[in-house]
């Protein structure tokens, strides 16, 4: 079987994306009880591994549930008692956070649409179109990440501010719509190294068919890039529902602040309201535990690729 | 963008005024934005929050033509205020960090007050350690508020062990070894034992007796109770390694690994409880910290009780505050300055009759009747009168980080000093020694002004 | 033998240029295309990048304060941070700490993504919940681990106590501050996982197959179809790990602000101290400046280093 590796690359007619399933559909194996034996002693390492996972979750809804006092004593309770629920009502009326919870996705709306496509796009060209100076200009758009944001914040403030951007949202939100300008570099490279494993007989079929790059992309590349799509999402839109230092920045007016903002005044300069700051933050990160827990479900899906089988 | 009531038509049209002002068409429109808009920044706790917001609102019912913009920056402050320096956008007035405030001062970017201190008689009849002067004449304001350091304590606690209470005034101020006696009484571990007794857990302690806080706002009022300053009168050579010095951090060091009446840094651990929860909790019997601490300690569900710090010699404190500042690019001089004698005025307000603030105007320590209206309340116990106000009147100094030039890299300095010492395992004469040397090799460079007497 | 045949596979030369046929109905256009489908990131770099970034190297070579005026002084900040001990403390401290967080991030990251790669009941469940601490926001966190690190009464020290094993201080000592740091980075996996994840979706599964039909364990699957593959993933996560690490900030400011002693000093604390603090914008950005070419430097590396062991399917991608 020389060549494990190559039937696929070489033979366009079935490309090697066109994985059969590995999990459950292959061939049954003679040895099933050796795989229940596994499978238990896999189940066992996930679930140690899961509680120690899952005790900052358990350890934050109990201090969402305390008071000060209680959340610092000495040895530390697990159960709160009592329980002081009222952190939920007084953390989430402190502050409009309706407000800033509407604030956070329409910023959200825009650098999620915004980075998956330029990010995809330019990457798509980095990866799989040939052109002068290509890997020159991956470099300098990587280049771009490894110097320290904190001595570009200023000039890049400065510039906004001529432009008469300050407190809005454009300052958080055009860049993106710019491969995310930046920070967006990261995308581009995942997309490109995930771009780089597919096949190239793909195009190379569609172009003798007559297609255009932007085909490609859009009809073979993207959908069997679901799986990096998936975790650009994810992070993008974690990174934007955390950004803290953008929105304090570029924001004034408190009715155009974002959660992150809402959080941070529990933690404010010199005071700390633990058991205000620990409910709010639980409420804040439900959101994304459930956005993570529907769209994780795409790491199985990316490999049916039964369309491209014909 | 529907939806998106930020993203307007108004917003669009700046950003093309910002453009065209870019390559030089038209530099006005840009310009224009802003109105009659007046901006107040601050930072500080939800509770802070919103008693400045009251305050600015009722600043702006004496007011027509002029919009109070509360500009709440909740953290990061430093940051956002050197964008804003930085891009021309300074608010009118705001607290400023005091090495901050001195350097924009110097830059012309700080309104100078001291022109109108006759005209406006609050600001002029301040504490005298509360002003920042800049140059010998020039003063870019006051602190926004005073703060002094005290002893906080448990009175049950007290009451419990037979400890005597921290003495109210500075003239029955303890000596350090009645109040290492005390914290001994407080002290106790989870069987009871007390550090003294064969037994004692030092691992599981239920109560430790006091703090050996290694800030320097709480134990700089000790080192010059001792006789000595950081900085000697030339503000270029420090003192902190003179025999007093040594001697009163050796003390500290003593209070936790020693005596083991407080906890050791690893004991208490960062970003600890606050001593107002572990004081109500009974988890520590007193401790030194800020005034600012008797909004939290007030609040807690506990019978607590203010004192004066224990002395080495003569008693002394700390008087402390971050700057608030008016920015010279203000339209509004005039506005900008009766705001900056409304914002103090505790009838204005309420953060002063809650504990967190102290006044500025020395009539609200030394009048009745002006005491009265801001301390004839809950938050403030009945000996707050001679343990507090006569005490910052009679013993305070002002702390030496707002006077001494270059003070982010001295005190950064300091830091790593102390944590060295608070481990316990180094000498703290050698350790000082070589504070010193480094101080004194150029980091020093002199104090800035004192109100003229 | 026909392993080898496979484990040369992922280090074979590519044939220089494009392979000819098919490609060339793409003619000049492809190059057209290519700029044009890279433009937005083009002119993202041109528009919010450059222009910042030449300014900070401009600022680097001026005594700039914030708000007052600068004075170029050539390469004067950089003579003075080779005195100035702090500079070389929060390097050494901040590579410490790098070489130990990426390669345990990367390996337990990968280990985990296998893992919850089988498919057994509740697998969504267990990867939310592997992916939990990288969402609980970062003062909850810091909170949670300085309560797990305290000497006397934290998680570690009191399952140390209770089976009789010498207890450590933690990020109180001097020594430990750095490890009791990685441990945390360590914990905070998720994102690594998540993107072995999505990469592990890319092996193409009849390989497995071959394998097997071959003889082939477990081992043999991983060694010559999984890694092979997840190699430009790899590559990816190294690579970023590396930039974002050497960037680390969070864990100093909210947690340790540099102390005890300096010894959790990062890099860019530092740096965000001199520029935010001291307003020495022209100091920092020097700093800054020496950082990237640091960077630079290990990231060129790490890009030649890849010919030998990232498999790519286009053989000349990099």
Redesign the interface.
């Known amino acids: 079987m020389t060549g494990v590796l190559t039937p696929g690359p070489k033979n366009p007619s079935a490309p090697t994306a066109t994985a059969v399933q590995r999990r459950g559909r292959s061939p049954r194996t003679r040895v099933g009880e050796a795989r229940g034996l596994t499978r238990a002693g896999l189940w066992l390492v996930l679930a140690f591994g899961a509680i120690v996972m899952i005790v900052p979750f358990v350890w934050l809804i109990r201090s969402a549930l305390m008071t000060?006092?209680q959340?610092?004593?000495?040895p530390p309770a697990w159960i709160p008692d009592p329980f002081a629920w009222e952190n939920f009502p007084q953390a989430l009326t402190?502050?409009p956070f309706a407000r800033y919870f509407?604030?956070t996705m329409?910023i959200e709306l825009f650098v999620v649409t915004g980075t998956v496509i330029t990010c995809s796009l330019s990457a798509f060209s980095f990866a799989r179109l040939r052109w002068r100076g290509r890997n020159v200009v991956f470099g300098l758009l990587l280049s771009g990440v490894m110097l320290p944001y904190a001595v570009t914040?200023?000039p890049t403030?400065?510039m906004w501010?001529?432009?008469?951007?300050?407190d809005?949202?454009?300052p958080l939100t055009v860049p993106a719509f710019f491969a995310g300008a930046g920070g967006g570099v990261f995308n581009i490279f995942l997309f490109r190294q995930f771009f780089l494993s597919i096949p190239y007989e793909l195009d190379e079929a569609a172009y003798i068919d007559g297609a255009n790059p932007w085909t490609v992309y859009w009809r073979i590349i993207m959908p069997l890039a679901k799986p990096v799509t998936v975790v650009v999402v994810i992070f993008t839109f974690i990174g934007v529902w955390n950004d803290?230092?953008g929105p304090?920045?570029y924001l004034?007016?408190?009715s155009?602040f974002t959660l992150a903002?809402g959080l941070?005044?529990?933690?404010?300069?010199?005071?700390?309201?633990?058991g205000?700051l620990m409910a709010a933050s639980l409420v804040v990160i439900l959101p994304i535990i459930v956005l993570f827990f529907v769209l994780q479900r795409y790491f199985v899906e990316g490999v049916t690729l039964t369309g491209l089988k014909g | 963008m529907t939806?998106?009531p930020?993203?307007s038509r108004r917003?669009v049209l700046?950003?093309g005024?910002?453009?065209a002002?870019?390559v030089g068409i038209g530099g006005s429109?840009?310009a224009c934005?802003g109105g009659n808009e007046f901006?107040y920044m601050f930072?500080?706790?939800?509770g802070?929050?919103d008693a400045i917001e009251a305050m600015l609102a009722g600043f702006q019912d004496t007011q027509e033509d002029l919009t109070i913009?509360?500009?709440?920056?909740?953290?990061?402050?430093?940051?956002?205020l050197?964008?804003l320096?930085?891009?021309?956008?300074v608010p009118d007035l705001g607290y400023v960090?005091p090495?901050?405030a001195y350097?924009?001062a110097e830059?012309g970017?700080l309104l100078d007050l001291a022109p109108h201190f006759d005209e406006y008689p609050s600001l002029g009849q301040r504490l005298p350690g509360s002003y920042f002067y800049w140059e010998e004449d020039k003063c870019l304001g006051t602190q926004g508020a005073n703060e002094t350091v005290i002893t906080f304590y448990n009175r049950a606690a007290f009451a419990e062990t037979g400890a005597q209470p921290p003495p109210a005034s500075a003239a029955e101020a303890w000596d350090w070894d009645t109040y290492v006696e005390n914290a001994y009484l407080l002290t106790a571990d989870q069987s009871g034992r007390r550090p003294d007794e064969a037994g004692f857990d030092p691992?599981q302690v239920a109560r430790f007796g006091t703090l050996a806080s290694m800030w320097s706002g709480a134990w700089y009022g000790l080192l010059l109770s001792a006789g000595v300053d950081v900085v000697d009168s030339s503000g270029t050579r420090t003192m902190l390694d003179s025999p007093e010095a040594i001697d009163m951090f050796q003390k500290l060091v003593d209070l936790m690994y020693e005596h083991r009446v407080a906890?050791s840094?690893?004991?208490l651990?960062?970003?600890?409880?606050?001593m107002a929860?572990?004081l109500?909790?009974g988890?520590l019997g007193m401790a030194i910290d800020g005034q600012w601490a008797l909004l939290d300690v007030s609040q807690?569900d506990f019978d607590f009780g203010v004192g004066v710090l224990p002395s080495l010699g003569t008693p002394k404190t700390t008087a402390m505050g971050g700057p608030t500042a008016i920015f010279a690019d203000t339209e509004y001089v005039e506005q900008a300055l009766e705001l900056y004698a409304f914002q103090s005025d505790p009838d204005q307000v309420d953060l002063f009759s809650s504990g967190l603030w102290m006044p500025l105007e020395e009539k609200y320590y030394t009048d009745p009747e002006a005491i009265a209206s801001w301390t004839d309340n809950d938050a403030h116990p009945p000996e707050y009168k001679t343990a507090v106000i006569d005490y910052t009147l009679e013993n305070s100094q002002t702390y030496f980080t707002q006077k001494l030039r270059n003070v982010?890299?001295i005190d950064?300095l300091i830091?790593?000093?102390t944590?060295?010492i608070q481990?316990g395992e180094e000498d703290v004469a050698t350790v000082m020694g070589e504070l010193a040397a480094q101080l004194n090799d150029g980091m020093l460079q002199g104090v800035y002004p004192s109100a003229p007497q | 033998m026909t392993t080898t045949t496979v484990d040369r596979a992922p280090t074979r030369k590519a044939p220089p240029g494009p392979p000819g046929g098919p490609r060339r109905r793409l003619g000049r256009g492809e190059a057209r295309w290519g700029v044009l489908l890279a433009l937005p990131a083009i002119l993202g770099f041109a528009i919010f990048t450059i222009g910042p970034m030449v300014a900070s190297l401009i600022f680097s070579l001026t005594d700039w304060?914030?708000?007052?005026d600068p004075q170029f002084i050539g390469f004067g900040n950089y003579v003075e941070m080779a005195d100035d001990p702090l500079f070389w403390k929060s390097l050494g401290v901040t590579t410490y700490y790098t070489l130990a967080a990426v390669p345990l991030t990367l390996f337990v990251g990968f280990v985990v993504a296998l893992l919850v790669n089988q498919s057994f009941r509740g697998q969504s469940l267990w990867r939310t919940v592997y992916y939990l601490p990288t969402l609980v926001p970062a003062v909850a966190s810091?909170?949670l681990w300085?309560?797990i690190f305290?000497?006397?009464f934290g998680l570690f020290n009191t399952i140390l106590r209770s089976v009789g094993l010498p207890t450590s201080?933690?990020?109180?000592?001097e020594s430990t501050a750095i490890p009791s740091l990685v441990i945390m980075a360590t914990w905070g996996f998720g994102n690594a996982m998540v993107i072995f994840l999505a990469g592990l979706q890319g092996v193409p599964g009849q390989l497995y197959e071959a394998v097997a039909l071959d003889g082939g364990g477990a081992w043999a699957k991983f060694r010559h179809v999984t890694w092979p593959f997840m190699t430009p993933v790899i590559f990816y996560n190294l690579v970023t790990g590396v930039i974002g690490t050497f960037q680390v900030f969070n864990q100093a400011y909210v947690?340790?602000?540099?102390?005890?002693?300096?010894a959790t000093l990062f890099y860019i604390y530092y740096l965000y101290?001199k520029?935010?603090?001291?307003?020495e914008?022209g100091y920092a950005s020097a700093l800054a400046w020496v950082l990237f070419l640091i960077v630079m430097v290990v990231t060129v590396v790490l890009f030649r280093n890849a010919r030998s062991w990232v498999f790519y399917e286009m053989g000349d991608a990099r």
Do not use: H
């Open positions: 000060d006092a959340i610092f004593s000495s402190a502050q509407l604030n329409i914040l200023i403030f400065v501010s001529e432009l008469g951007a300050l809005t949202f454009i803290f230092l304090l920045l004034t007016d408190d155009n903002l941070a005044t529990f933690q404010s300069t010199y005071t700390a309201q633990w205000l | 939806g998106s930020n993203l917003d700046k950003i005024g910002g453009l002002a870019t429109l840009a934005s901006e930072w500080g706790s939800t802070e929050q913009k509360p500009v709440y920056t909740p953290a990061d402050y430093d940051t956002k050197n964008a320096v930085a891009s021309g956008n960090q090495a901050m350097r924009l830059q970017k691992t906890p840094p690893s004991q651990g960062n970003n600890a409880p606050s929860v572990q109500a909790s988890r807690a982010e890299e950064r830091t790593s000093t944590e060295r481990t | 304060q914030i708000g007052g810091a909170v300085i309560w305290n000497p006397d201080n933690w990020l109180y000592s947690m340790t602000e540099g102390g005890p002693n300096n101290t520029a935010f603090t001291d307003s914008m």
